[in-house]
């Protein structure tokens, strides 16, 4: 019809478009463009299914929403997208030649809006991203890649040879919606590393996470992949079984006999069962010969190794058997972890080269401490430190010259070196470590009274004022080898870097419980309520009153060992919020860090204690990036929604405007100046040595940044 009434292409696009302008300008007469979506997609019936669940990951996603073609994919699915993520992008690409690329945002509750404009080239971008990835790479590697993303780690990446050889072959499913990509998505978010096959592309293909949370990709031919591997149809993910997991992908794991840090169906010569096997002790190849270069030697090979009295303890389901046997070698005996087949509990084992292995190990409840520890420390502090602090024993070097060595990181220098770093502590004993982003100086030293064992201190700027992490590491503390020992970095006497942790009596602990720095004094009736209340503060009041401080779902985060003052806050926080956070080690256990909720009425518990850990470990790895003040602003008390007039609606000023106009302040300005500034102007500076880095608040009083 349109060819014989002579409509060229040009023109009905041009028809098109008129059409759709006034079909906007109805819609929103005060000149908003909106679009309102079909009545199917607003009032879809609830899809909520694994196979929807897995197929909405695996769509590209931008700015944390999943970008969605509205002609193509179904209302439901749209819809639950949207209960999901509270808002989806959607988009149509062109038909017609002078169509252009078309996207809207569609929250919860609301009609579709158009995609702000500099949204639209970078949305367009990111779709193109996927395809020609998943045209080069193949559909594993565009779904994991530009799919939902994972969380960031805060944790150096696995190398390519740890992913290969640590890591189980998972078949990749064919389909966008097998419900097998929420299992490997849960292996890989808490594992940090998988392996899939893909039949489709004919290449396996290893995945890691890198510390901000992105995927990156190694391939493989198939068959020179697998060879010498274990690779059978029970390698598949079972079915449904990822649905009750925990964010880590170990509880449903361990329900299913699946061994812990290893992926399903791991190798039977990776578990405690084939271990324990070996009554006359684990040597199968009795040519085996010791590690050569002596203790050079066995400092390469062990370095960064968890070591508990000066032995390897090492996971059986991420250690080779050529590895176990070599560590007995080596060692004699060592400590092996793992999960046992339907047990949900790591066990510890202690193998020998030549007797019986004992099982349990002696101290196995000590020696869990110890590698939760270090995995913890790991998280907080990267691979490295934790290297350093929990791997092989120093051997101090007689005679050795005594100058302290200088090691800098940051840009422009190449990363730190576990063997430089450690050759420095066995020749004089100490070495820092300077970060030229930051500003930061760590002093690592040699603990005279354990030799071997390492110890670390933060130089800083006093007016910095958070709980940091020091480690060390005691054999003569006979209940206890590892603790950690919150500290304030202002304070002279925290500079003492090790001290024996006495064995006092239960009379002396409960009087401790009761002193304000210690948390047991907050949840057992020791902290009481004003009477009468303090009268509660302005948001603008309290936001300034408690700028300095950590704050989790609104309420303010107290370390009443770092801060004396914490009662009287903790006085006004009552009078403030329905409660607040208190975190420390308790007095009975010093190895245990504790996060409690004190609320109005003398309630507390523990409810959430550990998101609130990790909210503090994210702040602090924050900081590092971009300073205490950026810490303090993004994870402190917030700020109130940006207030639009009746003539212009609030705009968040662009990066570009920061950098120019907006005022600059040094770092050391109180952070109730810093909050109000920020507040007051939407947008500021803060300055630490040649670092700028700019802050600007959204409608949503959200906090963004930039480093400049």
């Keep these: 019809m349109f060819r014989k009434a002579s409509f060229r292409p040009s023109l009905l696009s041009a028809l098109v478009c008129l059409l759709t302008w006034v079909a906007i300008c109805i819609a929103s007469p005060m000149g908003a463009s909106t679009l309102t979506p079909r009545t199917e997609a607003a009032l879809g019936i609830p899809y909520e299914n694994a196979e929807a669940n897995a197929y909405i990951q695996n769509l590209p996603h931008y700015n944390q929403l999943p970008m969605v073609h509205e002609r193509i994919e179904s209302p439901e699915l749209i819809r639950l997208a949207q209960s999901q993520y509270g808002a989806v992008y959607l988009y149509h690409n062109p038909v017609h030649q002078n169509e252009r690329f078309s996207s809207y945002i569609y929250r919860s509750g609301q009609r ?12 367009q971008s990111k779709l193109t991203a996927a395809r020609t990835e998943g045209q080069q790479s193949g559909n594993a590697v565009r779904w994991l890649k530009h799919g939902r993303p994972f969380r960031r780690t805060d944790m150096s990446p696995f190398s390519w040879k740890e992913v290969w050889d640590g890591s189980q072959v998972l078949r990749a499913p064919s389909s966008q919606d097998s419900v097998d990509w929420l299992a490997i998505r849960n292996i890989l978010q808490g594992q940090r590393r998988v392996v899939l096959a893909d039949a489709a592309s004919q290449k396996t293909i290893a995945f890691r996470l890198n510390a901000l949370g992105q995927v990156e990709s190694d391939a493989k031919d198939m068959v020179r992949a697998l060879h010498r591997r274990s690779f059978t149809s029970s390698n598949d993910v079972p079915s449904r079984h990822i649905l009750k997991t925990n964010s880590d992908g170990s509880k449903e794991l361990f329900k299913r006999g699946i061994p812990f840090h290893a992926g399903p169906s791991a190798p039977q010569s990776q578990t405690l069962e084939f271990v324990l096997s070996y009554h006359q002790g684990f040597i199968i190849q009795h040519n085996l010969a010791p590690t050569s270069g002596g203790v050079a030697g066995l400092d390469r090979k062990w370095a960064s190794t968890l070591h508990f009295r000066e032995h390897p303890v090492l996971d059986v389901h991420t250690t080779s058997v050529g590895d176990l046997e070599q560590a007995v070698v080596d060692y004699d005996y060592v400590y092996v972890y793992g999960t046992k087949q339907g047990q949900s509990e790591p066990s510890i084992v202690q193998i020998f080269r030549s007797r019986a292995p004992i099982d349990p190990a002696p101290n196995s409840r000590l020696l869990r401490q ?123 006497a925290s500079h003492q870097l090790v001290k024996r942790m006495d064995v006092e009596r239960p009379r002396n602990l409960m009087k401790r419980a009761w002193e ?116 303090f602003l993004k994870y402190g008390p917030g700020f109130p929604p940006r207030q639009s007039t009746s003539f212009r609606r609030y705009k968040v000023p662009s990066w570009d405007k920061v950098g120019r106009k907006a005022e600059e302040v040094p770092h050391t300005t109180p952070m109730s100046v810093i909050w109000e500034k920020l507040h007051q102007n939407n947008m500021l500076v803060v300055k630490e040595g040649t670092n700028r880095v700019g802050f600007a608040l959204d409608q949503a009083g959200n906090v963004l940044h930039h480093a400049f």
């Design 112 to 123: 579709a809006t158009r995609a702000p404009h500099d949204q639209v080239a970078r949305l």
């Design 370 to 492: 110890v590698i939760e520890q270090s995995r913890r420390y790991e998280i907080d502090h990267g691979r490295l430190f934790r290297a350093l602090i929990d791997g092989r024993p120093i051997q101090r070097i007689a005679g050795a010259p005594a100058e302290e060595r200088v090691f800098f990181s940051g840009q422009g220098h190449p990363p730190l070196d576990l063997h430089a770093m450690r050759a420095a502590l066995a020749t004089s004993g100490s070495f820092r470590v300077e970060n030229v982003n930051t500003g930061d100086t760590f002093h690592w030293t040699l603990n005279h009274r354990n030799l071997g064992s390492v110890v670390a201190e933060l130089a800083h700027d006093v007016n910095l004022r958070h709980p940091f992490v020091k480690r060390t590491s005691q054999s003569d503390s006979s209940d206890i080898d590892h603790h950690f020992k919150l500290l304030d970095e202002a304070d002279p």
């Design 516 to 631: 304000p720095q210690n948390v047991e004094y907050y949840s057992h009736s020791g902290f009481r309520e004003p009477d009468p209340p303090l009268p509660a503060q302005t948001m603008v009041e309290r936001s300034k009153h408690f700028a300095n401080q950590l704050h989790y779902e609104g309420e303010p985060i107290f370390f009443p060992a770092e801060d004396p003052s914490t009662p009287a806050k903790a006085e006004q926080a009552i009078a403030n919020h329905d409660g607040f956070w208190v975190v420390g080690n308790l007095v009975h256990d010093r190895t245990r860090t504790v996060a409690l909720r004190i609320r109005r009425g003398g309630r507390s518990g523990a409810d959430g204690d550990q998101k609130v850990l990790r909210h503090i470990m994210s702040a602090n790895a924050f900081e590092m990036r971009y300073g205490r003040a950026g810490k």
